[in-house]
């Protein structure tokens, strides 16, 4: 069985005020779904210190592949690990398309997480124009093979796939239920069943519940819903419901 997981990528998103007005306002969700804030790496701790005692773990959004040396600006997982993070978001779109990040260097970072003990998460999907030439399904099986090529596959056992279509990332355009299924089945028959499978992309409250449905979406990675404390806790708490009734 794959418990399901629900991770908050903030983004560039903090401050201390931010902080201390989300830890007062977030309550533990009922469920058994795992919780994952991933903060900008500098507000880790404090979040940490902020958040009242629960099954919440905490994650980077992108990592170094060195694990320390003259890298001016960067950090290495090591460091996340050694903050008490837990997982790396590897591969973001956003990394991916404003920091001109290579499947090479996104399974470099994987195995990097891997080095330093965190849990990666890779996130892989297809753009708007990739879509429209029919390229979805080519374009997510490259970005899945380049890390199992130099992983393996026992390295993505123990790992998370995220699949973002890049169109729905900020834009309020969630895939619907049954197109993201309909992916994340073709991701699910290259990376076997232990690997558990995310969707994002404008996962919200409302929608979370039909796509958590779908028997091959076992959490959700949430930008900007997971900045509000109710939202995301009603989305942590959808993952929950669903484990206890289908997966
Ligand atoms: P979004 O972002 O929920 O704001 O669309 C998701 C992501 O980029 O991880």
Do not use: K
């Given at each position: 069985m794959r418990r399901a997981l629900v991770a908050a990528n903030w983004k560039m998103n903090a401050s201390v005020r931010a902080i201390e007005s989300f830890a007062a306002a977030w309550r533990e969700p009922p469920g058994s779904a795992d919780i994952l804030f991933c903060p900008p790496l500098g507000y880790l701790d404090r979040l940490a210190a902020a958040l009242p005692a629960g099954r919440h773990r905490y994650g980077v959004q992108n990592v170094a592949?060195?694990?320390?040396?003259?890298?001016?600006?960067e950090h290495a997982p090591e460091m996340a690990a050694d903050l008490g993070a837990t997982h790396a978001i590897v591969g973001h779109s956003e990394r991916r398309a404003l920091?001109?990040?290579t499947d090479a260097l996104a399974a470099e970072k994987f195995a990097a997480a891997r080095r330093a003990g965190l849990t990666p998460i890779l996130c892989v999907g297809e753009t708007l124009a990739e879509r429209r030439a029919g390229q979805a399904r080519a374009v997510v099986l490259r970005q899945v093979d380049a890390v199992l090529a130099r992983e393996g596959a026992a390295a993505m056992a123990g790992a998370l796939v995220a699949y973002e279509p890049v169109w729905a990332i900020g834009t309020g355009e969630t895939a619907a239920p049954e197109a993201a299924a309909a992916v994340h089945e073709i991701i699910r028959a290259r990376v076997g069943r232990e690997t558990r499978l995310l969707y994002g992309g404008s996962v919200k409250a409302d929608n979370a519940p039909a796509l958590f449905a779908?028997?091959?979406?076992?959490g959700a990675l949430v930008?900007?819903?997971?900045?509000d404390p109710l939202e995301f806790a009603a989305i942590c708490a959808a993952a929950g419901r669903q484990d206890d009734t289908t997966r």
């Open positions: 592949t060195a694990a320390s040396g003259a890298f001016t600006g920091y001109g990040e779908q028997a091959n979406i076992d930008g900007g819903a997971s900045l």
